[in-house]
């Protein structure tokens, strides 16, 4: 073990040089300065002023090549909460183009005969993992949590992502187009949230959702107070939670009007007020992302299962004036649904997950139920590499579970947990999550009803493109890892 | 809830309803899975009187005195076997002071009885039976959940139990003993799978030894003996083969060579996880040995289950393996076996066998066979009437029936949705109940 660390240390090290080395001192010389007194003389120090170099890491997706489809005969479940039986789909340019009962097919597309199936927007799962804890589940791909300190709002999760998890392929092949990946929940701030494209990608900025916001993940609770509680330190209580989340909030006002401060005073400096230019205050990574939630910039996602608690997360985004997009795992949210409503913030919630440590025993199968009654966004989440492969048919169990309970909810409304309301979440209801003309061709033809057990997916479009489908080999991507293993490879692996 | 209902569920919960009081029950216009030698009846009737099944068939008379169930065509099938499950014996699975499965110490490993922890009142086995559990198959796991397992092999016996919540729940002890021969097991004896395979059958050579040598024992006459006594006598019925070992193995490779021990030393092996079993099928089904599996298992987890895939569980019962589907191990999730068994079917499996996978192969494999498991006269009256196809998740179960008792279809997870359901602005929700 010891001579392995060594070893990675050692490459580690090297790649740190060489990464040193090619860093080009150029980009300095690149950077135009904005004016000012003395542009001439005015040097430019890349990546010290936040607003300056808010996108470090930009996307570099592309869609894959598409044609014009028309997918014709399905019953179609919008996202928006119609259904339209023997309806048809056309995907063109990437785009939805129209989506009604007795289109026209334009001429040249291709036709998908769907009758007898079923089509719904593509899949979103608000709350994954892959990549950041990746299959075989070795330590080597443990990258989750950055479990040093109750503060790692500083990280990103983008920077654990392994684009060649095996999961991800799984995921898409159960109808998943767009992934948030989140953090692990072991920190009162665990770090930022990155929303991805499911599609097989080279670099992780080759799946990365164009134009869509950050997360931060922050957790309540269990995790937070034993991962710190066990190593001595704070927190090791709920109340001890409750002080960290504030002391943070408080530095990271302080650093707003650090940075605010200083901007006024450049501007009025490069106005002509004042002889000396202002000094900078010192970037910190890590209130840059604290700052980007107080500025509406960035999304929280706040893992919190009991409904006291989230209720004292509320209170405290009062105090600091910033928004929780979504309580994650929820599981008694239903018991505070009215004050969900209120406040205008999603849950994701699980259809029956329930028990697994003493803040989930309160998890009920109709709480999703009971949230749509209620009028709260409500989402199904996996959290799992197993369940995200079956998404509809876990909110299918919610589904069930509510009618039971004489909570009469529509499939067609019941899609919107898995695919409109994650992406209202997760900032990118006005690209994908619906079947509306104008938005991402993310599209799913299922073999059957997708709240039934036997649906399977058949094809799997993603901005207009086909990325699985399950009758052509040539259209089904296999993981870097799983290339010459006999399962996943094997003929009949794929019907 | 009615105050009917609810009496019944208190009842249930003390246990004050046993089989002797059952009253006689005719479930009538009813789609039949019998999973015994009558096939599927479409419009049928079962009888149950005394606590078994007196009459299954087309044209039975109701007779006179019995309360009619109208099943109005919908499906009845057997009561749904969670297999390979912690239910009962654990009520939160992140406190283990709550636990009660995991108790191999080195005293007690083989001989660890999992069924003397079992608690009949446990808050999952409502939940469970509300998702159409009757019986469960309580497997013990080996203590510490990683880092602290120590040098113990045997996690212990497993036990059947009713979900009745009555007193009287444990259908069977010893119904088999278990073993990890898996990574997780394998990295605290050594770190390698070939070593937990040797060290499990230099086990049970010591085992064979002290059969053969009980005198000696007694009298201190015999060769040293790591196993204590306890476990010396629980592996006496393994190498008789009389009770089986239910091994967790995942691997091609690994499979093979549990077969081939199984097979040299005589042993009733019944086979857990085998995420590559698919490739090796062939060798399973001329084993005989039947085999447990969660079909959702579809990742490359573990180096161990690299070829993990969908269809496993359809290539195994097309090559003649006998198939059980498993829940997630941990109590609260046995109810999703029956998702599972669906899952299997949408990847290939028959439809009836993936009903036989959850109801009749567990009962036979693990020795309640004459009990439970078909719709047959004789068997207890284990029973589940569903509003639709019982795999599906927008299926529910309609009636419940452990023993030909009707069970209470309520639990507290139904108390809080009715409590939280429609609040009270002038009173808390303490209030309600």
């Known amino acids: ?495 | 809830m009615s105050v009917k209902t609810s009496l019944l569920a208190l009842a249930a919960a003390a246990g004050l309803i046993g089989a002797a009081q059952a009253e006689t029950i005719a479930i009538t216009h009813a789609k039949i899975v019998t999973l015994g030698s009558a096939g599927q009846i479409d419009n049928g009737t079962i009888i149950v009187k005394d606590g078994r099944i007196a009459a299954v068939g087309a044209n039975l008379a109701v007779p006179a005195g019995a309360r009619t169930i109208d099943a109005q065509g919908h499906m009845v099938t057997p009561g749904v076997v969670a297999s390979n499950t912690s239910l009962g014996a654990g009520e939160v699975e992140g406190e283990s002071s709550s636990d009660d499965f995991a108790g191999a110490t080195d005293q007690l490993s083989a001989a660890f009885d999992v069924s003397l922890g079992v608690n009949p009142a446990s808050m999952l086995i409502p939940i469970a039976r509300m998702g159409g559990v009757t019986r469960a198959v309580i497997t013990p796991e080996l203590p510490g959940r990683g880092d602290k397992k120590g040098e113990k092999l045997f996690a212990g016996q497993a036990a059947i139990i009713d979900l009745s919540g009555g007193a009287n729940s444990i259908t069977k002890r010893y119904a088999a003993l278990t073993i990890d021969a898996g990574t997780d097991a394998a990295a605290h004896l050594g770190g390698t799978h070939g070593g937990l395979l040797q060290r499990l059958e230099a086990d049970l050579e010591e085992a064979a030894s002290y059969g053969a040598n009980k005198g000696g024992y007694e009298h201190g006459t015999h060769r040293p003996y790591s196993l204590s006594k306890e476990d010396l006598e629980a592996l006496q019925p393994i190498l008789q083969g009389k009770e089986p070992l239910l091994i967790e193995v995942h691997r091609a490779a690994d499979i093979r060579r549990v077969i081939d021990l199984g097979k040299r030393l005589k042993l009733k092996l019944i086979l857990n996880g085998v995420e590559e079993g698919w490739m090796v099928a062939g060798d399973i089904a001329a084993s005989g040995y039947p085999v447990l599996l969660d079909p959702q298992a579809d990742l490359p987890s573990q180096f161990e289950s690299l070829n993990s895939r969908m269809e496993n569980a359809g290539l195994l019962a097309a090559a003649g393996v006998t198939i059980v589907v498993i829940p997630p191990y941990t109590g609260h999730y046995a109810r999703q076996v029956r998702y599972n068994a669906g899952y299997a079917v949408a990847h290939g499996l028959p439809w009836e066998t993936g009903i036989a996978a959850i109801t009749r192969n567990p009962a036979q494999i693990f020795g309640f066979g004459e009990k439970e498991g078909r719709i047959e006269p004789g068997l207890d009256a284990d029973l589940v009437v569903w509003s639709g196809d019982p795999l599906e998740m927008l299926t529910v179960p309609l009636h419940v029936l452990i023993k030909g008792e009707e069970q209470p279809m309520t639990s507290r997870a139904q108390d809080l949705a009715r409590r939280y359901g429609a609040l009270d602005p002038n009173q808390p929700p303490a209030y309600r109940h």
């Open chain 1, 1 to 495: 073990m010891r001579h392995s660390l060594s070893a990675v240390s050692l490459a580690a090290a090297v790649a740190l040089l060489s990464a040193c080395a090619t860093v080009p001192s150029q980009s300095v010389a690149d950077q135009t300065s904005s004016g000012g007194k003395d542009q001439a003389k005015e040097k430019s120090y890349p990546g010290l002023d936040p607003a300056t170099d808010s996108d470090p890491f930009p996307t570099t997706y592309r869609a894959l090549p598409s044609q014009t489809v028309a997918l014709v005969g399905a019953t179609i479940f919008t996202g928006t909460g119609a259904r339209i039986d023997n309806g048809t789909v056309i995907l063109d340019g990437g785009k939805i183009t129209a989506v009604g009962a007795n289109l026209p097919v334009p001429a040249g597309a291709k036709v998908v005969d769907a009758r007898g199936k079923f089509v719904t927007p593509g899949i979103i799962d608000a709350h994954s993992h892959l990549g950041v804890y990746a299959t075989p589940e070795v330590w080597a791909n443990s990258d989750g949590n950055e479990a040093t300190d109750p503060n790692t709002a500083q990280v990103w999760a983008e920077h654990s992502v392994w684009p060649q998890d095996p999961g991800f392929i799984r995921a898409l092949e159960g109808g998943i187009t767009t992934l948030e990946i989140l953090p692990g929940s072991a920190n009162l701030f665990g770090g930022r949230a990155v929303i991805l494209k499911n599609v097989p990608g080279r670099t992780v900025e080759d799946m990365k959702f164009p134009g869509a916001p950050y997360g931060l993940k922050m957790a309540c609770g269990e995790n937070p107070k034993r991962v710190y509680g066990s190593k001595g330190r704070s927190p090791s209580t709920r109340m001890g939670n409750i002080y960290g989340y504030r002391k943070s909030w408080i530095d990271a006002q302080e650093y707003r009007r650090k940075w605010d401060e200083y901007h006024k005073k450049m501007a009025d400096y490069k106005a002509g007020k004042g002889d000396k230019a202002p000094d900078a205050p010192k970037r910190d990574l890590q209130l840059d992302t604290l700052a980007g939630v107080l500025d509406g910039s960035i999304l929280v996602q706040n893992h919190c299962y009991r409904a006291d608690e989230m209720a004292n997360m509320i209170a405290i985004s009062h105090e600091f004036g910033f928004h929780i997009s979504m309580f994650h795992h929820g599981s008694e949210a239903y018991k505070i649904a009215d004050i969900l409503k209120k406040e205008d913030i999603c849950v994701a919630t699980w259809g029956e997950w329930w028990g697994f440590k003493m803040e989930g025993f309160d998890g009920i199968e109709e709480n999703a139920a009971l949230l749509q009654k209620a009028g709260v966004c409500t989402v199904i989440h996996s959290d799992d590499a197993i369940l995200t492969q079956h998404l509809p048919q876990e909110a299918a169990i919610a589904l069930a579970a509510g009618r039971r309970a004489g909570i009469e909810i529509d499939e067609a409304e019941a899609i919107k947990w898995v695919t409109a309301n994650p992406a209202k979440s997760i900032g990118v209801l006005d690209k994908t999550g619906t079947l509306e003309p104008g938005k991402m061709a993310d599209v799913v033809l299922w073999s059957a009803d997708p709240f039934s057990v036997y649906a399977l997916t058949e094809q799997v479009y993603v901005d207009g493109a086909v990325v699985f489908d399950r009758h052509d080999p040539t259209r089904q991507p296999l993981s870097d890892f799983e290339l010459g293993q006999a399962g996943p490879a094997h003929p009949g692996a794929r019907p």
